[in-house]
């Protein structure tokens, strides 16, 4: 018996809701789910948000046999709108945003995630990048000007996205609704906000997602630079905040100059 079947016998929540926004992307969303069917724990329960792709997508979810799954086919409006309706249908103790595209790193990532999960309000841990093809590039604070913190606090996010959404898990108590007033940038004042409320951070100290390099912000930096100000002078005011983008800069150029760290 899938273990989100035992749990509704019980009457208790799953551990963890997955939750996989979705639109004309069917072979990024089967990937995604062979990355999810491997878990070797399954306390979670799997959402996935299609906003009514025309390639195939509600057709193949209607004919799959998976007991976690439950999905939603309709048009929205636009990505944090889908997250939006995934978290107000999720149910798990903590949430999980794993895109059509990316994956699950390993078969006992899950299990992992719950040995960890007793006391936390957060989970978070490395990230892999990797291409169209599901070939490993390499760790994220290895390749990118982002790196993971031992330690990650509200503090943290000044530097920037140090920590990859898909390995960001918080409990769905301590989580809001994303901003839908920022196009390319509501996953980082989520994650700030998020990081407000918790009072137990946990780093898992593993790899816990293959994040497929591309998407929305990268395609439009420059809306997203501008929204990522906005977002920080919120959150840390305007003086901090001026401060420690004279740091960003300076750190981006020495290492994309000289390091040739592009992602």
């Not at 939603?72 to 949430?95: I, P, R, T």
Request: glycine letters at 8%.
């Amino acid at each position: 018996m899938h273990e989100k079947e035992a749990a509704e016998m019980n009457n208790t929540p799953p551990f963890l809701t997955i939750i996989t926004v979705v639109y004309n992307n069917l072979p990024g969303l089967q990937y995604t789910f062979q990355s999810i069917r491997q878990q070797t724990c399954t306390d979670f329960e799997w959402l996935v948000i299609d906003g009514g792709s025309t390639d195939g997508t509600k057709e193949w979810l209607s004919q799959l046999s998976f007991p976690a799954l439950t999905f939603v086919s309709e048009k929205d409006g636009g990505l944090y709108d889908a997250m939006n309706k995934g978290l107000k249908m999720a149910s798990g103790q903590f949430v999980w945003f794993m895109n059509s595209g990316d994956g699950i790193y390993s078969a006992s990532t899950v299990e992992h995630l719950k040995l960890h999960g007793t006391h936390a309000d957060v989970l978070y841990g490395e990230t892999m990048l990797i291409d169209e093809q599901g070939n490993q590039i390499g760790k994220r604070s290895e390749k990118t000007t982002r790196v993971l913190p031992s330690t990650l606090t509200t503090r943290s996010m000044i530097m920037g996205m140090v920590v990859c959404h898909q390995s960001f898990i918080p409990k769905r108590t301590i989580t809001t609704p994303y901003q839908l007033k920022y196009r390319f940038s509501a996953d980082i004042d989520w994650v700030i906000s998020c990081l407000e409320k918790s009072k137990n951070t946990i780093n898992c100290n593993s790899i816990l997602s293959n994040y497929l390099v591309g998407g929305l912000s990268i395609q439009n930096q420059k809306t997203g630079w501008k929204e990522r100000w906005s977002i920080y002078v919120e959150h840390y005011g305007l003086i901090y905040t001026t401060f420690a983008h004279f740091y960003i800069v300076i750190r981006y150029i020495w290492k994309y100059i000289f390091f040739n760290k592009k992602y």
